[in-house]
């Protein structure tokens, strides 16, 4: 079916008032403090009343529970900040700042409070307060992705998403400005990636046709993902990568191991342009989008998921059957484990930045902080304040 779309915006209430958010659609930076009149010429790019600017990354980590109890742990104080209550979450998805919890009727959007501005050269920290910003009609499995001006929700098993101002979200707004009809879709700037059966498709930001809308042909289009080298869409035949140009070509996944199947989510480190995806119980497929190419890492024991770090050393962790943080050396061969650390009955809650990986267990309150580039060691663990079914490390 064809990426459908409506661009009839609504605004839609959110559950408590207007707070700090991100304004994100301004066209110069400045190295002016962060709590100046917004009015000023000199504010910095990423400016909103209340925030403040850091000259480093504000990680902290968003949890619900099962009950649907929600909590912050600031990861560099040890502060914990409860958070109005959410429905109970059947499925979840992070964007770096954004947690989007769902169930079977409605999804909903909590702001972490903090996030990073990266222009390439140079980058803003942002922090402000935490807050549960509002809900969306319809659950189900749910994706979320952002990029300076646009958020897209999307639920793949009923090929439907909506496109959000992220302005507005950042303030406290949900502002549906778009109803696109695809399995997958992603923010490319102020453009979107739609992915349907009938294949990718690049659209203006409010859904209409960009171009001659001719489509790149992918069968059975799942998982995606927004690089540093353009947004990647999982097809039956490999990935679609879509560059900064607009421009869309399949990069075919090559002969493999027997049993080695298609990626069907992605994850990496914020913004690289290498990500990582399951290959069914062989190991893990790598996709550079800049340079348009697979490997096939075949593991010794079957793995959970898996995250591309995508460093000097390129390194790739995993959690295996086995419960254990795997971590792969690719730059030496080295592969190191870490003793079980989750119940491999459960769904691995695993979230990196560029130093460490957070495992989370949902059986319980504990995160295990480990750093990958030390052997896998476990370098310290955290207590939250909840056990947690949703999990994300935000402030990327």
């Known amino acids: 079916m064809n990426p459908t779309t409506s661009r009839a915006a609504a605004r839609i209430p959110t559950t408590i008032g207007l707070a700090a958010g991100i304004a994100l659609a301004v066209t110069a930076c400045s190295s002016a403090?962060?709590?100046?009149?917004?009015?000023?010429?000199?504010?910095?790019?990423?400016?909103?009343?209340?925030?403040?600017?850091?000259?480093?990354?504000?990680?902290?980590?968003?949890?619900?529970?099962?009950?649907?109890?929600?909590?912050?742990?600031?990861?560099?104080?040890?502060?914990?900040?409860?958070?109005?209550?959410?429905?109970a979450p059947e499925h979840s998805a992070t964007d770096g700042r954004f947690l989007v919890t769902s169930?079977?009727?409605?999804?909903?959007?909590?702001?972490?409070?903090?996030?990073?501005?990266?222009?390439?050269?140079?980058?803003?920290?942002?922090?402000?307060?935490?807050?549960?910003?509002?809900?969306?009609?319809?659950?189900?499995?749910?994706?979320?992705?952002?990029?300076?001006?646009?958020?897209t929700v999307t639920w793949p098993d009923r090929s439907a998403g909506v496109v959000l101002d992220r302005a507005a979200l950042g303030q406290?707004?949900?502002?549906?400005?778009?109803?696109?009809?695809?399995?997958?879709?992603?923010p490319m700037g102020d453009r979107l990636v739609a992915a349907s059966d009938d294949g990718v498709r690049v659209l203006d930001g409010d859904g209409g046709t960009r171009g001659n809308g001719e489509a790149q042909p992918c069968v059975d289009p799942a998982?995606?993902?927004?690089?540093?080298?353009?947004?990647?869409?999982?097809?039956?035949?490999?990935?679609?990568?879509?560059?900064?140009?607009?421009?869309?070509?399949?990069?075919?996944?090559?002969?493999a191991d027997p049993g080695a199947g298609r990626p069907t989510t992605f994850a990496a480190r914020a913004g690289r342009?290498?990500?990582?995806?399951?290959?069914?119980?062989?190991?893990?497929?790598?996709?550079?989008?800049?340079?348009?190419?697979?490997?096939h890492v075949p593991t010794e024991r079957p793995l959970r998921t898996v995250v591309a770090v995508d460093d000097d050393d390129e390194h790739v962790v995993g959690v295996d059957d086995q419960g254990r943080v795997v971590v792969h050396t690719l730059a030496t061969g080295s592969v190191a484990t870490t003793a079980p650390l989750v119940d491999p009955a459960t769904t691995?809650?695993?979230?990196?930045?560029?130093?460490?990986?957070?495992?989370?267990?949902?059986?319980?309150?504990?995160?295990?902080?480990?750093?990958?580039?030390?052997?896998?060691?476990?370098?310290?663990?955290?207590?939250?304040?909840?056990?947690?079914?949703?999990?994300?490390?935000?402030?990327?």
């Not at 079977?104 to 140079?122: E, F, L, P, Y």
């Not at 406290?172 to 879709?185: I, P």
């Open 103 to 151: 169930d079977a009727d409605r999804t909903t959007i909590v702001d972490s409070g903090a996030w990073t501005v990266d222009h390439g050269d140079h980058t803003h920290y942002y922090a402000a307060e935490p807050r549960v910003v509002g809900t969306l009609d319809g659950g189900g499995r749910v994706e979320v992705h952002s990029s300076e001006t646009l958020t």
């Open 348 to 396: 691995p809650l695993l979230q990196l930045d560029a130093q460490r990986a957070y495992l989370a267990t949902p059986d319980g309150r504990t995160v295990h902080e480990v750093d990958f580039a030390d052997g896998a060691r476990v370098a310290r663990t955290i207590e939250l304040p909840l056990a947690p079914t949703a999990f994300a490390e935000v402030g990327l």
């Open 33 to 87: 403090p962060a709590t100046e009149d917004p009015t000023a010429s000199a504010a910095p790019h990423g400016y909103v009343a209340g925030a403040t600017e850091s000259q480093e990354p504000q990680l902290r980590l968003l949890s619900v529970s099962a009950t649907g109890a929600t909590a912050v742990h600031d990861l560099l104080t040890g502060d914990d900040t409860d958070l109005d209550s959410v429905d």
């Open 273 to 295: 342009p290498t990500v990582a995806g399951l290959a069914g119980d062989t190991g893990f497929w790598l996709l550079d989008a800049r340079e348009r190419s697979w490997q």
């Open 223 to 255: 998982g995606g993902i927004v690089t540093r080298a353009g947004a990647v869409v999982g097809c039956a035949a490999g990935a679609v990568v879509v560059d900064e140009g607009g421009e869309a070509a399949l990069v075919a996944l090559p002969d």
């Open 172 to 186: 406290g707004e949900v502002e549906v400005t778009a109803r696109v009809e695809a399995a997958v879709l992603l």
